[in-house]
C-alpha cells in the first residue's frame, strides 16, 4: 500500500516555472514505477511524464518534451516535475500515481494503482 501527497501547484504567468513533489509513504517506494497526469477541465486524464522504479527510464508526452523533466529520490520517498516555460495548455489538476510493484514504466492511467488527492496548476496568458 502506498498513499502519495501532492505538493507545489499554483499560480504562475506563461512562461514560467514550477516544481510539483509527490511524497509517498508506504513501504517499498523505491519498487513502484511512477507518474504524473493531468486532467484539464472538461478533458480526460492524460499521461504527462513517468519514471521508472529504478529511476532510469523516463517517459514524457510528446506536448512536454523538453520542458518538463521528471525525477525521483528513493532515499526521500519523493518524485518531482520540474515543468518550464509553461503554458495556459498546461492548466490543469496534475496527480501522481504508483504502478504494482516492480512493474515496467507505461503510460496507461489504469495500470496506475495509488493515486493522490492532485494539485491545481493554473498558467495564465
Known amino acids: 500500500q502506498v498513499q502519495l501527497v501532492e505538493s507545489g501547484g499554483g499560480l504562475v504567468q506563461a512562461g514560467g516555472s514550477l516544481r510539483l513533489s509527490c511524497a509517498a509513504s508506504g513501504r517499498s517506494y523505491s519498487n513502484y514505477a511512477m507518474g504524473w497526469f493531468r486532467q484539464a477541465p472538461g478533458k480526460e486524464r492524460e499521461f504527462v511524464a513517468g519514471i521508472s522504479w529504478g529511476g532510469r527510464s523516463t517517459e514524457y508526452t510528446d506536448s512536454v518534451k523538453g520542458r518538463f523533466t521528471i525525477s525521483r529520490d528513493n532515499a526521500k520517498n519523493t518524485m518531482y516535475l520540474q515543468m518550464n516555460n509553461l503554458g495556459p495548455e498546461d492548466t490543469a489538476v496534475y496527480y501522481c500515481?504508483?504502478?504494482?510493484?516492480?512493474?515496467?514504466?507505461?503510460?496507461?492511467?489504469?495500470?496506475?494503482?495509488?493515486w493522490g488527492q492532485g494539485t491545481q496548476v493554473t498558467v495564465s496568458s
Open positions: 500515481a504508483a504502478q504494482d510493484p516492480l512493474t515496467v514504466l507505461v503510460s496507461t492511467s489504469s495500470l496506475y494503482r495509488y
